[in-house]
């Protein structure tokens, strides 16, 4: 429940109207253009391009791929275009991206500079006072109608601890300006941040007052903004529940999320994996845990059928508490043993303890809802009988394997490892995307520094079901022949079985040599948290000691804050594994080396992972060759395009895995370096051989 659009109809389409995009974005652009002769940026010929080939994609309302290399500029090659087409035909400009860090980039930095670039030019200043907005959950709101009942309520909802709790937040409304969860330090504790979020039918326009409600205020902006920025997990998780057709009357309208709208996403190489883990099911026991506690909490005898008073409300939770926990510790003891995720192939791998229960406390909340009047508690009812009967719904599809098109698993996770999750996701996710983002009628624009897999973005395209899409790609306009230098290191061990700890014990060799050679900073990528710690276990006492900042994934900072500290530190070493491959932006000498310890192939255990390669076998192909080895590839691409961030930078690449040169697909690694030449290093040579920037 996000609620794009709760109560509101879209205004009726009058029809097209002319547009000047492709003619404006041709002359903003060009050498002699407002970006290069007011703004001063220099003139990039790839950007424009890029700008020109989006202009009459939007114009045409037709998809688009495009691989900018890095140092292209393709914010603003999309952003100055979109801007223009959505004031120009009163539409919408979606803007996804996949990290916290472009989004903030895009909304603190690429913004402001369009705003100028409309500014220079009489012809050009009806643009200038775009309207934009961020798009996020509606949960991560504070509702202050939700908030009052909850402290009108607190006896009959909150146990003491929580009612702490609720009195914090109570404080931080009275400052906040964004009412956004993320803006309270320490976090809110769930459960209690469950009562007074916005993401309830309690908060709509007859309950909550937009003056004073921070979700209902963000709605406005939204409705009224030229382009809203949000980013990928959000989007699909919109897309999934209906997006632009859930939200017309008509339910024939063009748009992805609202009627209308057209949508760029940025660093679209994710958008398979994201999409894939959006279009699924997840369903947890600390999800269905936290459900029926908010409508009876037995250790607090605090909750929703407490207040009512419904003592047979109050049974029917206790029964599906205890069923629950007997179904979840059964999945755990029976499947989950000894390892952590498990596929699931046949259906009733366990008895659906938990439907009876469930269906009772469904019916139940009907029956009350009909005993009130309309109004907030009676909408409050419905809401939580519907997110009963969803809970219902995903038990059922898991244990049925109810889609034929998706895989199901089990998972286990938390601190302690003692959640359970049941899971799905499609096996192919490109009819899905076809139907819900490419067949929507309207332009979506996908870019990224890395499109291509062995060169084409065929394959990509395939498998996101843009097989008709145009695409382009443009190189990078950085000086990599002069700027970078990169080693392979040919005598570090496979790690195989028999090799695994010598192979670990060179592997942190090279890497102390190497960031004991470079003065800046090094970024590290793993893909093994096993392997990471092992080496950080080993090295970080030698850094301590030599006053070398070491800084590593996974402990208390988030990767945003880690990419901060490296930026101010200027010579840390930062290990990192899967997400630190791809959106880490340290531009200057604060990342002065990437050292790459193994080739990003993804572990073919993965539930999806495997019934992909299945379907491939099936068909006829080669997993490695149709699935794996292009996964890597992309990552590999993603991890060398964090060490040249500008054109000023530059600096080394190291590859410690041998492969590249032992193995035949290794060719294809070599082919996606950003230079020709590159040197073979051993533990002989690399004295003489290895040499960083002055």
């Known amino acids: 429940m996000i609620g794009l659009n709760d109560d509101a109809n879209p205004p009726a389409d009058p029809g097209p109207k002319p547009t000047r995009v492709r003619e404006q974005t041709r002359a903003i652009f060009a050498e002699t253009g407002q970006l290069c002769t007011a703004l001063r ?77 409309f500014k220079t030019d009489p012809a050009l200043a009806c643009y200038a006072d775009f309207r934009s907005a961020v798009l996020v959950g509606k949960s991560n709101y504070l509702c202050p109608t939700r908030l009052g009942h909850a402290l009108a309520d607190r006896t009959t909802l909150f146990a003491d601890a929580d009612y702490e709790e609720l009195q914090r937040i109570a404080a931080w409304a009275e400052t906040t300006t964004t009412g956004l969860r993320h803006d309270l330090k320490p976090p809110p504790r769930p459960e209690v941040w469950d009562a007074v979020n916005a993401d309830s039918s309690a908060c709509a326009r007859k309950h909550c007052d937009a003056e004073k409600c921070h979700y209902q205020r963000a709605r406005v902006r939204l409705r009224t903004a030229q382009v809203i920025i949000v980013n990928h997990a959000l989007l699909f998780a919109l897309i999934n529940a209906g997006g632009a057709q859930a939200q ?145 719904a995903g038990l059922t599809e898991w244990l049925t394997l109810g889609d034929t098109g998706h895989v199901y698993w089990a998972e286990r996770g938390g601190r302690k490892q003692t959640i359970v ?41 395939a498998r996101i079901g843009a097989d008709q899409a145009q695409a382009v790609a ?15 290191a040919t005598d570090v061990p496979l790690p195989t079985a028999g090799e695994a700890r010598l192979s670990l014990e060179v592997l942190g ?26 080496v950080a276990l080993a090295l970080e006492p030698q850094w301590r000691a030599a006053g070398r900042p070491f800084l590593m994934q996974g402990a208390d900072l988030s990767r945003t804050e880690l990419a901060h500290q490296m930026r101010a530190l200027g010579n840390a070493v930062l290990f990192g594994t ?15 080396q990437v050292i790459v310890t193994r080739l990003p192939f993804d572990p073919p255990t993965h539930p999806i992972t495997e019934a992909r390669c299945d379907r491939i076998r099936a068909e006829g192909g080669s997993p490695f060759n149709d699935l794996t080895l292009p996964d890597a590839l992309i990552k590999f691409r993603q991890g060398l395009g ?36 590159y040197a073979r290093l051993t533990r002989e040579n690399r004295e003489t051989l290895f040499r960083p920037f002055p």
Not at 81 to 87: C, E, K, S, T, Y
Not at 378 to 385: A, F, I, R, S
Not at 432 to 453: I, N, P
Not at 661 to 676: C, D, M, N, T
Request: glycine share 8%; aromatic share 6%.
């Open 41 to 117: 940026l220099e003139h990039r010929p790839e950007q424009a391009q890029m700008a020109r080939a989006v202009a009459a994609a939007m114009t045409a309302d037709e998809p688009l791929l495009f691989e900018a290399g890095t140092g292209v500029g393709k914010s603003l090659a999309y952003l100055v275009p979109g801007l223009i087409h959505a004031v120009d035909q009163g539409r919408q400009l979606i803007v996804s991206t996949h990290t916290i860090s472009l989004q903030e980039q895009i909304e603190k930095q690429d913004l402001p500079i369009c705003r100028r670039v």
């Open 248 to 392: 017309s009357a008509t339910h024939d309208t063009r748009g992805v999320l609202f009627p209308d709208d057209f949508l760029v996403l940025d660093e679209a190489h994710t958008v398979p994996e994201v999409a894939t883990n959006n279009f699924g099911l997840a369903l947890s026991s600390y999800g269905v845990d936290r459900a029926l506690k908010f409508l009876f909490n037995p250790r607090a005898k605090r909750g929703l059928l407490k207040k009512l008073g419904s003592t047979e409300g109050q049974q029917l939770v206790l029964d599906a508490l205890d069923a629950s926990k007997q179904f979840f510790d059964f999945i755990s003891t029976k499947i989950l043993t000894p390892r952590a995720i498990v596929r699931v192939r046949e259906e009733g791998v366990a008895e659906p303890a938990l439907d009876g229960p469930l269906g009772a406390l469904h019916r139940l909340l009907g029956k009350l809802a009909d005993k009130l009047e309309d109004g907030r508690e009676h909408d409050e009812l419905l809401e939580q009988k519907q997110r009963i009967k969803a809970l219902q």
């Open 421 to 461: 999750t049941l899971r799905s996701a499609p096996i192919d996710v490109a009819p899905e995307l076809r139907k819900h983002l490419f067949g929507c009628g309207t332009s979506v624009v996908c870019t990224s520094a890395t499109l291509a897999m062995g060169g084409s973005i065929a394959p990509l395209a």
């Open 474 to 488: 443009v190189k990078s306009p950085f000086d990599f022949e002069r700027n970078m230098r990169i080693y392979v």
């Open 509 to 534: 060799d090279y890497i102390r040599f190497c960031t004991e050679k470079v003065h800046g900073g090094s970024l590290v990528l793993f893909t093994s948290y096993t392997d990471m710690r092992a």
């Open 578 to 592: 899967d997400s630190f491959w791809t959106g880490v932006d340290v531009p200057g000498a604060a990342l002065s």
């Open 642 to 677: 964090r060490l040249i961030r500008s054109k000023t930078d530059r600096g080394l690449v190291t590859i410690l895995d041998s492969r590249v040169v032992a193995k035949a697909y290794g060719r294809e690694f070599l082919a996606a370096l950003p230079i020709a030449n």
